[in-house]
């Protein structure tokens, strides 16, 4: 999903690299790139995005994160060690929004170009922040939800956690938009699972016990959706379920019936331009706060849109 101003910047990007202290033929610059886990496809597909713009940049990428996305201390320790490579640059996606700042700090104070991708970091460290608007994708759910509801009813919100910036923003867009827009749907519970799809569905069990007139619920990221669908079926309940990401299972699950719809990402972009934007930072480029890497609404009318297919990483 590359524009020919994408390839341009490349072009543009790789000709300033070659001007600086690098050799692009003998001495690549190396590129650490720290996610929040392995354990999601979505993560997988970031990775597969990054190393395709290390082979078309000419650069090293290290591609690498603990193995949950609630590893907080694993991840700090994860920068500690590139710290000690001196990469040419860092890009990560942090776990704690604050938690990783202080460790940042050193890179920056090392001359050590720092992006965010994914998930930002409360600080100004980082020279941009490659992502999804995740507030008004969010939105953009609470919107499908609204309308799948008829307006009006009790809701709730599987989220994965309160500590990063996704997971934050993912809960805050969709509960923004529901008040603002919608007087008669009531947000009636917000649960936390962390990592794993089967601690979603024993929160979205208990969210079903607990509110039994409960008319939907958003699962904010790949485990959180397909976990509610799980919870879903084993209640035999016809509750409206919109879930976040893409994946396999959530994919099937959308084509069964079991999720109303999702909100796709764009996760080999987000890491491809991550790459970019550290090749860029590298050169001595300016670089925009944020790079909008795109999202889309899918659901059994268009599952087959290029458009749409395009990001739906199975």
Request: glycine share 10%; charged share 20%.
């Amino acid at each position: 999903m590359f524009t020919r101003r994408t390839i341009v910047g490349l072009m543009a990007a790789a000709a300033l690299l070659s001007t600086t202290g690098f050799s692009m033929a003998a001495d690549k610059p190396y590129i650490a790139i720290i996610c929040k886990g392995f354990q999601a496809e979505f993560w997988q597909a970031v990775k597969a995005g990054a190393e395709q713009a290390g082979k078309d940049l000419n650069v090293d990428v290290n591609f690498e994160g603990p193995d949950g996305e609630g590893a907080v201390d694993h991840q700090l320790d994860m920068l500690s060690a590139e710290l000690a490579k001196h990469p040419a640059a860092i890009g990560i996606a942090a776990i704690d929004s604050q938690a990783a700042i202080p460790v940042l700090q050193k890179f920056k104070d090392a001359n050590i170009p720092v992006i965010a991708f994914d998930s930002g970091v409360d600080s100004d460290i980082p020279l941009t922040t490659a992502s999804t608007d995740n507030l008004a994708s969010a939105a953009l759910a609470a919107d499908k939800m609204a309308a799948l509801i008829g307006n009006e009813g009790n809701i709730g919100i599987v989220s994965f956690d309160q500590t990063s910036q996704t997971g934050i923003q993912r809960r805050d867009g969709f509960v923004t938009e529901i008040k603002a827009k919608f007087p008669k749907i009531n947000i009636v519970d917000i649960e936390y699972f962390g990592t794993d799809p089967n601690q979603a569905a024993d929160v979205t069990k208990a969210m079903l016990l607990g509110h039994p007139d409960l008319k939907g619920i958003f699962g904010t990221n790949e485990p959180g959706a397909i976990g509610a669908g799980i919870a879903k079926k084993e209640a035999k309940s016809n509750i409206v379920v919109i879930g976040y990401d893409s994946g396999a299972p959530q994919i099937a699950d959308i084509k069964d019936g079991t999720l109303a719809g999702s909100i796709t990402q764009n996760p080999v972009g987000i890491g491809y331009e991550t790459v970019k934007a550290a090749v860029a930072a590298i050169a001595g480029q300016t670089l925009p706060k944020h790079i909008d890497t795109g999202f889309f609404w899918y659901d059994n009318t268009n599952l087959t849109d290029p458009k749409i297919a395009a990001d739906l990483y199975q």
